[in-house]
Structure formats: structure tokens, C-alpha cells
């Protein structure tokens, strides 16, 4: 083993004068705030290892942007030191839904894996947002100005607010993680989204379980060229396009993404495109998207177009959405409902003056709970197509 390629055992502060050639650096935990030894350690080192059994303490944000070649093997646990007061004015700000992180990880070819665990410890912060709704609280992971970054085989428990943010990145994969975020107390886990794309291309997440407060994953603008497949999505608020012109003045894109092979229960939403409308909007398109073979179950809203988003009816009439919406495929969508809507299955509700078009239903199975009959189907201003449009009907025009 020569100087460059030290295996090192860094407890704290020994690891600025000692790592600054070291290939391989190992993590323990110094008893008081782990963050300043993990982000030297990821500046200094090409592997970080976080064996088992050790819980690195972060108390202050960790900036990792601009890395090279970095692998972070998490075999222990990195858990964020619930220290309200303290994050809510110092994490990482991000003006887009006016969001903080504990962690910007970012570069280029970057591996976080290792079978281990990170802990939001979200239990305070899901009490005190009860009492504070306009609590900052920080998102658990965030990627920012990633390319190619793979994160697989971690578990994140109890982020405080969304788990993952991808922003400004491209070419990033999530493969096998498990997220749970769930509250002990009255007070929901909340806005704990269990992804958000935003800004970034080629991002695929699959293969992962995910039990949330809101939606399992969510494309923001600015998301393209997108797969999730094989997600087991439990208690949140769907699979979202959206929402998308929210902002006046911003142009927002979501285009080419596919959503195949997802389980979703006790759901809120299952496949669902949301887009504001009213006078004072942004503008943009949703094009090419695709939900495919989704297992419902217990679901509000199995499947949802409403390009109404937040705005009443007369004010969508007099000023259609301007996020136009084409191209999208609905393919094999079962399950049930859970009655929340009666016998509302499906509904596919567009602005006015035509915007939206080639909108795509097949093979379409869903049903209510028995005691509200059959199925019913909601449209306006919409012309589908495929061998379930017949179930919709004459949509209504407003
Ligand atoms: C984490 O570190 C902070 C700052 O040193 C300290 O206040 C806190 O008690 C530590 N938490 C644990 C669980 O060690
Ligand atoms: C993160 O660190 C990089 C330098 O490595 C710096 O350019 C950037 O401004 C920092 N980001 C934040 C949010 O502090
Ligand atoms: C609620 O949270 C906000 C933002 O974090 C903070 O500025 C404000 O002081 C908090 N309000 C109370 C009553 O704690
Ligand atoms: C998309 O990202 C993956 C890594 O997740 C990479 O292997 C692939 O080459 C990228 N595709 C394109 C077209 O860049
Ligand atoms: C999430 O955690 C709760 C409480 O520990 C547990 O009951 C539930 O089974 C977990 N769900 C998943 C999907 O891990
Ligand atoms: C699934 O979500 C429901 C409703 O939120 C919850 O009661 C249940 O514990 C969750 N199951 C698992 C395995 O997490
Ligand atoms: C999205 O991309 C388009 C085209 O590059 C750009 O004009 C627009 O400003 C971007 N919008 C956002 C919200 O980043
Ligand atoms: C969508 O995919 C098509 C076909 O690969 C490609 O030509 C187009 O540029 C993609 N659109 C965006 C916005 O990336
Ligand atoms: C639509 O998006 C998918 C990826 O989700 C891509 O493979 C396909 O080429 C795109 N089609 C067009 C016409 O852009
Ligand atoms: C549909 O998705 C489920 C997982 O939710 C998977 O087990 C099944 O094989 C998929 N069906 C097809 C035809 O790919
Ligand atoms: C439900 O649908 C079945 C089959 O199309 C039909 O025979 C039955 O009359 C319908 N029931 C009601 C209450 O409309
Ligand atoms: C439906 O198609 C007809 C015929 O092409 C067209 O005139 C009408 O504007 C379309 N309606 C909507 C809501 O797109």
C-alpha cells in the first residue's frame, strides 16, 4: 500500500493533516458534530466508508459539490441531529418552493450505496410543522449539479420534509431504496415527497419501497427523459407531472417520461398531470408521457389530469391553463379506488380552448368499492383516444 492509496481510520480533526492523499478514508464518529470530518473526507478521498454500526452525528449542512470520482460506502447510519431552531435558518437554500437541504451532493461520477441507513429523525420536525406551518424543514438528500451519480441500496427513514431533490443534474440513478417516513404521533409526516425532479435530464429510479406523506415521485419543470419503474408506493400522494405553471414568467417542461410497473396503495393519487391555470400563471408542456402498468389499490384518484390545478372554474374559463399537455399515455391502469370520489375512477379534466391533446386511455380496469355500483369516468374540454375512451364518454365542454 503506498502514500496515495492509504487506508485510513479518521476520527475528527486527525483527518485534515493526514488525508489529503488517501484513496480510501474510513469515517467514525468523533461524539459530537460528524459533518466537517464527512465533507473533508469527501474532498480529500475517493472512497469514504461509513462502516457498520457507526452513527456519523450531522449537525451543520454538508456542501459535497464538485467531486470527482467519489464513492460514499454507507454501511452504518448518518443521522441528522433534529436541531430545529438551528436548520431552519441554516440549511441550504433553495428559492424553488422555497426549500432547504441538510446535504448538497453533487460532480461528477459519484456512488453513494452501501446497504446503510439515513436518518432524518423526523419525528420532531413532523410535531413542530403542526404548530408552524411555515417551518423551513430540510429536504434529506439533495442532488445538485450531479452527472452521472448512482445512489443504490440505502434506506432513508423520516426525512423532515421531501426525502430526495434532484436539481440542476443529469444522468442520475436510484436503484433499490427504501424510504419510510412515517409519523408516531398525530401529526402527519408531511410534504415528505419521496422524490422531486427539477431542472435535470435522464434521471431513473427503480426498484425501490417507498411508505410517504406525499407524492412517491414528482416531476417538477424542467424534468426530461425520465424512467421509474418497479416502485412500491405506499400511503402518498401519487405519481405527479407537476404542478407546472405555478410561476409567472417561467416556461416549464416535462417531457419524455415513462412511470412503468408501479404499485400504489392507500394513495392519494395514482398517475396524475396537474398544472395551474388563472390570470396570474407561468406557461409551459407536457409531452410524451407515459404511465404504464400501475396495481392500485385504495386509491382517491387512480388517474388524474386536472389542468385546473388550484384554480375555480370561472377563473380556468377565462384564463386557460397555458401548460399545454400532449401526447400522454395511460396503458394499463388497475386496482381499485377508495371510494373517496364514490364511483369516480377516472377523471381527465382540461382547460378550456383545446389544451390538450392526444390523450391516450387503454386497457383501463379500476373499480370502486362495491357499494357505489360500477365504475364512472369525469372529462371536460378533452378528446381521448384509445379502447377505454369509450368509457368516458361525451366530455363536457366549459
Ligand atoms: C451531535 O452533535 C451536536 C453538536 O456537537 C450535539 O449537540 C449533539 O448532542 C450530538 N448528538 C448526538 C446524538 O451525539
Ligand atoms: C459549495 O462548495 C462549492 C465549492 O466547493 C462552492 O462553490 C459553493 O458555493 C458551495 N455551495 C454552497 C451552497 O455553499
Ligand atoms: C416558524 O418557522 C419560521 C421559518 O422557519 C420561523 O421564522 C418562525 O419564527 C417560526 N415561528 C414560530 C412561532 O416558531
Ligand atoms: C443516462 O444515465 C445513465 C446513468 O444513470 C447512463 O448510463 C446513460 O448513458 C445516460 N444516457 C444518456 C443518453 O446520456
Ligand atoms: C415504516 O415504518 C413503520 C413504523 O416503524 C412500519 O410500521 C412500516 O411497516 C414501515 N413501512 C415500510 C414500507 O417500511
Ligand atoms: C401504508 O400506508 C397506510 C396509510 O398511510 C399505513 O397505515 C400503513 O401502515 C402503511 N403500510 C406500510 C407497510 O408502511
Ligand atoms: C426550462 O427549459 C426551457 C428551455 O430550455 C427554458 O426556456 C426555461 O426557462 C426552463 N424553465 C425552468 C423553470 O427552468
Ligand atoms: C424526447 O425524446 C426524443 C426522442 O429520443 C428526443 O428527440 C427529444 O429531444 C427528447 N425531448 C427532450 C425535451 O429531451
Ligand atoms: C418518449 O419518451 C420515451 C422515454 O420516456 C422515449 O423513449 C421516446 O423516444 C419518446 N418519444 C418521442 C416521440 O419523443
Ligand atoms: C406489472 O408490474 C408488476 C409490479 O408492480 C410486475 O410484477 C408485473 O410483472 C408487471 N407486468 C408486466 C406485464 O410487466
Ligand atoms: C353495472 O354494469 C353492468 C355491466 O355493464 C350492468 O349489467 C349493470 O346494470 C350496471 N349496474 C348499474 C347499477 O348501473
Ligand atoms: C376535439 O376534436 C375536434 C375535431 O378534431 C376539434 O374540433 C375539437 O377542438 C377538439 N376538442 C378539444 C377539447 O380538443
Known amino acids: 500500500m503506498g502514500i496515495f492509496d492509504a487506508l485510513l481510520t479518521v476520527p475528527g480533526l486527525l483527518l485534515y493533516a493526514t488525508a489529503a492523499f488517501a484513496a480510501s478514508c474510513t469515517l467514525t464518529a468523533s461524539g459530537g458534530d460528524d459533518a466537517p470530518a464527512f465533507v473533508q473526507a469527501y474532498s480529500a478521498c475517493s472512497t469514504i466508508t461509513i462502516p457498520q454500526n457507526t452513527v456519523l452525528n450531522i449537525s451543520t449542512p454538508m456542501n459535497m459539490t464538485g467531486g470527482v470520482n467519489k464513492h460514499i ?81 440505502i434506506m432513508m427513514l423520516n426525512g423532515p420534509e421531501w426525502i430526495n431533490f434532484v436539481t440542476d443534474s443529469s444522468d442520475v440513478l436510484y436503484n433499490n431504496i427504501h424510504i419510510n417516513a412515517s409519523s408516531t404521533s398525530k401529526n402527519l409526516a408531511k410534504n415528505t415527497d ?12 427503480q426498484n425501490s419501497i417507498i411508505n410517504n406523506g406525499d407524492d412517491c415521485v414528482s416531476f417538477k419543470p ?38 412503468i410497473n408501479v404499485r ?89 380552448d383545446s389544451r390538450c391533446s392526444n390523450i391516450n386511455v387503454d386497457n383501463l380496469d379500476l373499480a370502486p368499492p362495491a357499494k357505489y355500483g360500477n365504475a364512472t369516468y369525469g372529462c371536460q374540454n378533452v378528446n381521448i383516444t384509445g379502447d377505454a375512451a369509450s368509457l368516458f364518454g361525451t366530455c363536457t365542454t366549459t
Open 264 to 352: 400504489m396503495a392507500n394513495a392519494e393519487n395514482g398517475a396524475r398531470i396537474k398544472a395551474f391555470a388563472g390570470p396570474d400563471v407561468g406557461s409551459g408542456l407536457v409531452k410524451n408521457i407515459t404511465f404504464q402498468n400501475f396495481t392500485e389499490a385504495n386509491v382517491d384518484y387512480p388517474v388524474v389530469i386536472d389542468q385546473c390545478y388550484m384554480t375555480a372554474a370561472n377563473a380556468c374559463a377565462a384564463y386557460p391553463s397555458n401548460t399545454y399537455i400532449e401526447d400522454i399515455w395511460f396503458t394499463g391502469i388497475s386496482g381499485t379506488s377508495s371510494g373517496n370520489e364514490k364511483s369516480l375512477v377516472a377523471s381527465l379534466d382540461c382547460s378550456p
Open 73 to 153: 460506502s454507507l454501511q452504518g447510519t448518518v443521522k441528522f441531529s433534529p436541531n430545529i431552531d438551528y436548520w431552519s435558518g441554516h440549511g441550504y437554500y433553495f428559492a424553488f418552493q422555497d426549500q432547504i437541504t441538510f446535504w448538497i451532493l453533487g460532480g461528477e461520477n459519484v456512488r453513494l450505496d452501501g446497504g446503510g441507513v439515513l436518518d432524518g429523525v423526523g419525528q420532531p420536525w413532523y410535531d413542530a410543522f403542526a404548530s408552524n406551518s411555515s417551518l423551513l424543514r430540510p429536504i434529506l438528500l439533495t442532488i445538485f449539479q450531479g452527472r452521472n451519480v448512482q445512489i443504490q441500496d
Open 194 to 205: 419521496g422524490w422531486d425532479i427539477y431542472r435535470s435530464d435522464n434521471v431513473t429510479i
Open 222 to 259: 424542467n424534468s426530461t427523459n425520465i424512467l421509474v419503474s418497479n416502485l412500491n408506493c405506499n400511503g402518498s400522494h401519487g405519481i405527479s407531472v407537476g404542478s407546472l405553471g405555478q410561476y409567472p414568467g417561467e416556461y416549464d417542461i416535462v417531457a419524455n417520461v415513462t412511470s
